[in-house]
C-alpha cells in the first residue's frame, strides 16, 4: 500500500526544522537495516522524541511505526496522523493487542520504535528499561537498534514550555550497531546489555554536543551529573 501520508510528514518537519534552525548531527544510519523488520530502541527526555528517532532510518530509506500511548490516537489533529501513519496505538490495560500488532509487523518486516523507559525522564538520564523490546525482537528473530538522542528536551519536555522558536537549538543523534536477540537468551540479559549500549551512545552524544546553559538558569536542560540543575532520578522519584 502506498505511504500517502508519512512523507509529507516528514517532508514537513524537515521544513520545520530548517525554519526553526535545529542543527541536527546523525551518526550510524548505517546501523538501520535497509530491509527487514528491527526493532529501534531510544532513550526518551522530550516529546518530539519520535519524530527525531524516526529521522535516523531516512537515510536508509525506511519508515519507524512507533509504538505509543492510545491517548495520543485520541486527539483531533496528532490521532488521525498516527493512524495514518501506522503507528500502533497502546493501551495499558490491554498491551498484549499492542504487542500482538508490533510482531505481527516486524515478521512483515517493518521496522519498529519503542521507548523502553515508557516515560520521559525528567532527570534526562536513562532510567531502567522494560524488556518488552528485547521479546519482541526475540519472538520476531528480528534485531534491535539502540539509539540515543540529546537536545531534544530543550524543544519541549515534561514540565518545561515548548520553546518552537528560532532559537538555534542542535540535536544530536547516536545509532548504534544492530544486537541480536536470541531466542535461547533471558530477556532480562539482553535488556541488561541494551541499555548498557543506549548509555554509551547517549554519553557520545553528550560529548559531541556543540553548546552549554548560558548561565544558572539556563542550566535546566543538562543533568545533575554534568553540572546541570535538572533534578536527579532519586529527586523525581521523590517528587511522584
Known sequence: MAELVYPPVIGAAHG????????????????????????????????????????????????????????????????PLMRAMKHIPVDRKQGETAYQHALDSLRAGEIIGVFPEATISQSFTLKSFKSGAARMAQEAGVPLIPVALWGTQRLWTKGRPKNLKRSHIPVTLRVGEPIEAPADQYAGAITRRLRERVQELLDAAQRAYPDKPKDATDSWWLPAHLGGSAPTAAQVKEAG
Open 16 to 79: 520545520l526544522f530548517r525554519a526553526l534552525d535545529i542543527r541536527i548531527d546523525l551518526q550510524g544510519t548505517e546501523n538501520i537495516p535497509r530491509k527487514g523488520g528491527a526493532v529501534l530502541v531510544s532513550n526518551h527526555i522530550g516529546y518530539l522524541d519520535f519524530i527525531f528517532a524516526g529521522l535516523a532510518a531516512r537515510p536508509q530509506k525506511r519508515l519507524v511505526r512507533f509504538m505509543a500511548k492510545e491517548s495520543v490516537f485520541r486527539h483531533r489533529v496528532s490521532g
